[in-house]
């Protein structure tokens, strides 16, 4: 039996709740922006996503209006940083919220990259670095989805496999409900199953 939720039978803070408990596992931006005055932000935001492939385009949501939002309206760029596993202290203390005129990457004791085409600096410590151009802000309720077109991409070395990021040596962390986290966890490889190849019927604990 399941137990339902009607939407107005509860606050928009009750539903937010249930909606990041059962959309899960989140990927997670670690966006660095940089203020008009000079001041280097870096916060995690667990609404993220690939936006279109060609030209490459990520999205994160700002819920309300932080400081990631204000620095990119103003600059237009932006960083997306990956998150792994050893950095999960570190990633979790860069979502406090701090004043704008601290630093995170100074209070979490992080070091600064110069990135190669963009003012934000990547984060030293992350395996791989997304520098971005605004492409387009677009409101949404209470929040704003920022879409970033990817002008470069750094990736550690030894995090590859050729070309091929190896995702048990990334190790992404994701976000779930509360204050929970993922890591990785057990990685399970299948095969798209081909229409011509499609079976006539699945067993029943498959279905």
């Known amino acids: 039996m399941r137990r339902d939720f009607y939407r107005d039978h509860h606050s928009a803070a ?7 408990a ?25 609404f993220y996503t690939v936006a279109s492939t060609d030209p490459p385009i990520v999205q994160f949501t700002s819920v309300g209006e932080k400081d990631s939002l204000r620095n990119i309206r103003a600059s237009g760029e932006f960083t997306v940083n990956f998150t792994p596993e050893d950095l999960f202290e570190r990633v979790n203390a860069t979502g406090t919220a701090f004043g704008p005129d601290v630093s995170e990457f100074d209070a979490a004791g992080l070091h600064r990259e110069q990135s190669m085409f963009i003012t934000p600096p990547r984060v030293r410590e992350s395996p791989v670095s997304l520098e971005c151009r605004l492409h387009s802000l677009i409101p949404v309720g209470n929040c704003t989805l920022v879409l970033g077109e990817v002008v470069h991409a750094a990736v550690a070395e030894d995090m590859l496999d050729g070309d091929h ?20 966890g057990k990685v399970r490889r299948i095969d798209r199953i081909r229409p011509e190849d499609w079976p006539d019927s699945f067993p029943a604990d498959q279905r």
């Open 14 to 20: 009750a539903f937010y709740k249930l909606l990041t």
């Open 22 to 46: 059962t959309v899960v596992p989140r990927p997670i931006a670690w966006v660095t922006s940089r203020s008009v005055d000079g001041v280097d932000n870096l916060a995690p935001h667990s």
């Open 165 to 184: 990021p190896r995702i048990e040596l990334l190790k992404p962390l994701a976000r779930l409900g509360r204050n929970e986290w993922s890591t990785l």
